[in-house]
């Protein structure tokens, strides 16, 4: 390996033993060579067999990978194991030697092989055993500590059956390897410690029956696989935490009867499984932390009877929030609750969505609170409301609540077309609202909360209140009545219009280009004799109420001359 490892990252000084390294020649010919800039992040070079070692804190050296990326086989072989992956490495700059240079399956790299094309397993087989044959361990069989191997290798895409037969710690191992699918049946018989094994792989869509019957610490184990669909009936019989174990696992829609007789802590365990309708009797004999284990199971509606009955702590704290409980469910958990007998230490228990307890569910938080217990069962408050509109006045009623104690009510939001005008409500309830007059249709949309010691609901509601302002809308025409001749008097009727009252009519009388409005005199208008045959008189009626529009209509008629009546007087006598 000595003519590819080198001192300096332009590759000119060949590295010695015991020295950092700078850059790593790239014997594919395609001048991907790797490099390290940051003299206390190099990796040192060593011999028998040659391999440069890395810290696991910040050594690694980087290349960069072309445009397009890398789609294909990745072989990697170190001082600890070797092995062939499928990978997609995008463009930009690549680590050698883990992920921050902290994750590494080894403390060295004998050498690694990145192709851009799947290998076939004769050739990565054929790899694998040069790597070996240069220096590298074959195998993970002797390997115990597993811890943070493939931590962020978020390019693997497929992952090899390797020998994990020895490991007892799988912490974080695969966290984080965000592009597997699914997972290979490797041994872990003999692992104890699974915290954040797979956590955050949330392109799993399944995984397999592993024998985990050693291992003790589960916690955050399945954390945030929100792809996986299922989980298996793996043994869990020895595991004492189990808290956060499939947090977010929301694709999740059952859920098996895995024995967890040892498990003491279940906090958060399935936070937010969103999917679940229905949890098995599984046993929590020995259970002592349940605070939001089921908290935003949002589909979660059946609980069986009996699931708390021997535990061992009292910690319930919003265990239950925000599910869809059935009456029977919640029943079941506050009876079971009362039957483990805990009077002492931590006693807190949170409920909210679903239905209300029923008188048996009610009984037991009685019996519950004399035990010092504080219930919280936000779905055991119910409240229904109503309103009515007569005229303008909205009345808001509570019809009915239930809750133990009885709760009280009060009106939390009242709006008027979105904007807040809760000031104006009157009355403890029932409240009135007055609506003001308005053009336009509104709506009044409102909300009252009942509570007491158990938490709280509400009832909303709206209604829809109709225009009581109209602009005016011309319903007769005016008029100018008469014979409209030099020196005649002629009548002259106002328009007439339905609207809002009250209602101003305003006429203007034009007699050619001149205003006569002021000429008007009882309803009556005399045409001057000095007016010119031909002219036009009109009258033009405006109603107005101040809601916009106004109404307008006009008439019009010809003046006649005395010649022109003449004529007209002479056609319909002698025709």
Same mark, same amino acid.
């Not at 390294?21 to 070079?45: C, E, F, K, M, W």
């Given at each position: 390996? *000595?003519?590819?490892?080198?001192?300096?990252?332009?590759?000119?000084?060949?590295?010695?033993?015991? /020295?950092?390294?700078?850059?790593?020649? @790239?014997?594919?010919?395609?001048?991907?060579?790797?490099?390290?800039?940051?003299?206390?992040?190099?990796?040192?070079?060593?011999?028998?067999?040659d391999r440069v070692t890395v810290d696991k804190v910040d050594d690694r050296l980087l290349v960069t990978v072309p445009t397009g990326g890398f789609t294909g086989t990745m072989v990697l072989g170190t001082d600890q194991g070797t092995a062939s992956y499928g990978v997609t490495i995008p463009a930009g700059v690549y680590d050698i030697g883990g992920r921050g240079g902290m994750s590494f399956p080894g403390n060295a790299i004998v050498g690694q092989l990145i192709r851009d094309g799947a290998l076939s397993a004769g050739d990565a087989a054929a790899t694998e055993a040069y790597f070996v044959a240069n220096g590298a361990t074959a195998s993970y069989g002797a390997v115990t500590n597993f811890s943070n191997?493939?931590?962020?290798?978020?390019?693997?895409?497929?992952?090899?059956?390797?020998?994990?037969?020895?490991?007892?710690?799988?912490?974080?191992?695969?966290?984080?390897?965000?592009?597997?699918?699914?997972?290979?049946?490797?041994?872990?018989?003999?692992?104890?410690?699974?915290?954040?094994?797979?956590?955050?792989?949330?392109?799993?869509?399944?995984?397999?029956?592993?024998?985990?019957?050693? $291992?003790? &610490?589960?916690?955050?184990?399945?954390?945030?696989?929100?792809?996986?669909?299922?989980?298996?009936?793996?043994?869990?019989?020895?595991?004492?935490?189990?808290?956060?174990?499939?947090?977010?696992?929301?694709?999740?829609?059952?859920?098996?009867?895995?024995?967890?007789?040892?498990?003491?802590?279940?906090?958060?365990?399935?936070?937010?499984?969103?999917?679940?309708?229905?949890?098995?009797?599984?046993?929590?004999?020995?259970?002592?932390?349940?605070?939001?284990?089921?908290?935003?199971?949002? &589909?979660?509606?059946?609980?069986?009877?009996?699931?708390?009955?021997?535990?061992?702590?009292?910690?319930?704290?919003?265990?239950?929030?925000?599910?869809?409980?059935? /009456?029977?469910?919640?029943?079941?958990?506050?009876?079971?609750?009362?039957?483990? $007998?805990?009077?002492?230490?931590?006693?807190?228990?949170?409920?909210?969505?679903?239905? *209300?307890?029923?008188?048996?569910?009610?009984?037991?938080?009685?019996?519950?609170?004399?035990?010092?217990?504080?219930?919280?069962?936000?779905?055991?408050?119910?409240? !229904?409301?109503?309103? &009515?509109?007569?005229?303008?006045?909205?009345?808001?009623?509570? @019809?009915?609540?239930? $809750?133990?104690?009885?709760?009280?009510?009060?009106?939390?939001?009242?709006?008027?077309?979105?904007? @807040?005008?809760?000031?104006?409500?009157?009355?403890?309830?029932?409240?009135?609202?007055?609506?003001?007059?308005?053009?336009?249709?509104?709506?009044?949309?409102?909300?009252?909360?009942?509570?007491?010691?158990?938490?709280?609901?509400?009832?909303?509601?709206?209604?829809?209140?109709?225009?009581?302002?109209?602009?005016?809308?011309?319903?007769?025409?005016?008029?100018?009545?008469?014979?409209?001749?030099?020196?005649?008097?002629?009548?002259?009727?106002?328009?007439?219009?339905?609207?809002?009252?009250?209602?101003?009519?305003?006429?203007?009388?034009?007699? $050619?280009?001149?205003?006569?409005?002021?000429?008007?005199?009882?309803?009556?208008?005399?045409?001057?004799?000095?007016?010119?045959?031909?002219? !036009?008189?009109?009258? !033009?009626?405006?109603?107005?109420?101040?809601?916009?529009?106004?109404?307008?209509?006009?008439?019009?008629?010809?003046?006649?001359?005395?010649?022109?009546?003449?004529?007209?007087?002479?056609?319909?006598?002698?025709?």
């Amino acid at each position: 390996m *000595a003519t590819t490892v080198f001192t300096n990252t332009t590759r000119t000084i060949p590295a010695e033993v015991g /020295q950092a390294v700078g850059g790593l020649a @790239d014997l594919s010919g395609n001048d991907n060579h790797a490099a390290q800039a940051t003299a206390a992040a190099r990796p040192i070079y060593q011999t028998a067999p040659d391999r440069v070692t890395v810290d696991k804190v910040d050594d690694r050296l980087l290349v960069t990978v072309p445009t397009g990326g890398f789609t294909g086989t990745m072989v990697l072989g170190t001082d600890q194991g070797t092995a062939s992956y499928g990978v997609t490495i995008p463009a930009g700059v690549y680590d050698i030697g883990g992920r921050g240079g902290m994750s590494f399956p080894g403390n060295a790299i004998v050498g690694q092989l990145i192709r851009d094309g799947a290998l076939s397993a004769g050739d990565a087989a054929a790899t694998e055993a040069y790597f070996v044959a240069n220096g590298a361990t074959a195998s993970y069989g002797a390997v115990t500590n597993f811890s943070n191997f493939w931590r962020d290798w978020s390019e693997i895409t497929s992952f090899p059956l390797i020998d994990t037969s020895s490991g007892t710690n799988f912490s974080n191992a695969w966290r984080s390897c965000n592009s597997l699918t699914s997972f290979p049946l490797i041994d872990t018989s003999s692992g104890t410690n699974f915290s954040n094994a797979w956590r955050s792989c949330n392109s799993l869509t399944s995984f397999p029956l592993i024998d985990t019957s050693s $291992g003790t &610490s589960f916690y955050r184990a399945w954390f945030a696989c929100n792809s996986l669909t299922s989980f298996p009936l793996i043994d869990t019989s020895a595991g004492t935490s189990f808290s956060l174990a499939w947090y977010k696992c929301n694709s999740l829609t059952s859920f098996p009867l895995i024995d967890t007789s040892a498990g003491t802590s279940f906090n958060y365990a399935w936070y937010e499984c969103t999917s679940l309708t229905s949890f098995p009797l599984i046993d929590t004999s020995a259970g002592t932390n349940f605070s939001l284990a089921w908290q935003n199971c949002t &589909s979660l509606t059946t609980i069986p009877a009996g699931l708390f009955d021997n535990v061992q702590g009292g910690d319930f704290t919003d265990a239950f929030t925000n599910t869809a409980l059935t /009456q029977t469910s919640i029943d079941n958990i506050l009876v079971s609750l009362v039957a483990s $007998g805990i009077s002492a230490g931590t006693r807190v228990f949170g409920q909210s969505g679903g239905s *209300a307890p029923s008188a048996a569910g009610e009984a037991a938080i009685d019996t519950l609170r004399s035990r010092g217990w504080t219930v919280t069962v936000t779905g055991g408050i119910a409240i !229904t409301a109503s309103d &009515s509109l007569s005229g303008r006045t909205l009345t808001i009623t509570v @019809d009915s609540t239930t $809750g133990n104690p009885a709760p009280t009510t009060a009106l939390t939001t009242l709006t008027l077309d979105g904007v @807040d005008v809760l000031g104006d409500a009157t009355g403890t309830g029932p409240w009135s609202y007055e609506v003001p007059d308005s053009e336009d249709s509104q709506t009044v949309a409102w909300t009252v909360a009942a509570s007491n010691a158990e938490g709280s609901n509400t009832a909303s509601g709206s209604e829809a209140v109709a225009a009581n302002l109209f602009a005016p809308t011309i319903t007769a025409a005016p008029q100018i009545t008469g014979i409209p001749t030099q020196g005649a008097t002629v009548g002259i009727v106002s328009a007439t219009a339905s609207g809002t009252q009250p209602i101003t009519i305003t006429d203007t009388l034009a007699l $050619g280009s001149g205003d006569v409005t002021g000429d008007i005199s009882s309803g009556q208008y005399t045409i001057p004799l000095t007016a010119t045959g031909g002219q !036009t008189l009109m009258l !033009t009626s405006v109603a107005s109420n101040g809601i916009s529009p106004d109404a307008q209509d006009s008439v019009s008629v010809t003046v006649y001359s005395e010649a022109q009546f003449y004529s007209y007087r002479t056609e319909q006598i002698d025709p």
